[in-house]
């Protein structure tokens, strides 16, 4: 295998570590009707990011975890590879999708570098895989080499506005006021957090998404920003339902490959 980026070790590193942390709550989505969606578990029926018949389509689900994303779309109809850099991770996918009769092709391996020939997909996603794990000018022209022309890229994950409220010392939980500047985001090291120390995020401003998305060769269709639901209670990685009533937490960017 290639030898990986140095953000790339260090997360194999991490989810490995924590993959039987995944594990629960890789069970409960593998066994879910309806797709639901992000830290909010918003309904598929509110954001509509899979199509509802998937016969006949290749798709690809860009850092799977233990792939209930990828299981969705296979239930559609979906012919369906996951990739995902943890082995770990993937162990349990494997073991999923063998439980419940679920065939999908499992590839351990990194999102920025695919060993698929161009074109092979008429869909990608990522629900906090790549999305958030990878690096953007990487990943992002990766997706775009994967798909058909006309192909959609659906990803979802961590909104700026959290990273710019987290305090600099990666404590939670996330502040009501900004904590860092705007500008420069692109790398986030938590390796030293103060409260649940992690791995090597990536965020991009809204207009150096919008500028890779279109020299990229991807046409915008949407742009979600997702806050907490009404009834919603708790937090997640210090990110509170009262926070994410007010600001959003995620973004779904919905782009196609231009023909
Ligand atoms: C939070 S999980 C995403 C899967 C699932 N949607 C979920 O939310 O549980 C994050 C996954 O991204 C994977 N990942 C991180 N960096 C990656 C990369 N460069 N290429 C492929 N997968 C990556 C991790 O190994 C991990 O399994």
């Known amino acids: ?65 233990t792939a209930y994303v990828a299981a969705w779309m296979a239930r559609r109809g979906a012919t369906v590879t996951g990739i995902d850099n943890s082995a770990e991770q993937l162990r349990t996918a494997q073991r999923l999708s063998e439980q419940h009769g679920v065939a999908l092709e499992l590839i351990h391996g990194n999102a ?3 060993p698929q020939p161009d074109g092979s997909f008429d869909f990608a996603i990522s629900e906090y895989g790549a999305a958030i794990w990878a ?8 997706a775009h080499r994967l798909l058909r022309p006309g192909g959609t890229l659906v990803f979802l994950g961590n909104h700026i506005l959290v990273a710019m409220c987290s ?8 502040a009501r006021r900004l904590e860092r500047p ?10 030293d957090a103060v409260d ?13 998404w919008i500028r ?15 806050h907490a ?9 210090g990110i509170s339902a009262d926070w994410a009533r007010d600001f959003p937490s995620e973004h779904v960017w919905t782009l196609r490959k231009a023909a």
Not at 135 to 142: L, Q, R, S, V
Not at 196 to 208: K, V
Not at 215 to 220: A, N, Q, R
Request: proline share 8%; net charge negative.
């Open 135 to 142: 690096d953007p000018y990487a990943w992002i022209p990766e």
């Open 212 to 226: 890779l998305f279109r020299e990229t060769g991807f046409e915008i269709l949407d742009l979600a920003e997702i």
């Open 112 to 114: 920025e570098k695919v």
């Open 229 to 237: 639901p009404a009834d919603a209670t708790g937090s997640h990685a």
């Open 1 to 65: 295998m290639a030898e990986l980026p140095e953000h790339a070790a260090v997360n194999r590193e991490y989810w490995d570590g924590m993959a039987h942390e995944w594990v629960e709550s890789g069970e409960r989505a593998w066994s879910q009707a309806e797709p639901s969606w992000g830290i909010w578990s918003v309904p598929e029926s509110e954001l509509h990011l899979l199509p509802d018949d998937m016969t006949g389509m290749r798709a690809i689900e860009l850092g799977c975890g």
């Open 182 to 191: 705007y500008f420069g985001i692109h790398r986030l090291d938590w390796r």
């Open 196 to 208: 649940d120390p992690g791995g090597i995020e990536f965020s991009l401003t809204f207009s150096e």
């Open 167 to 174: 305090p600099v010392d990666g404590s939670f939980p996330i």
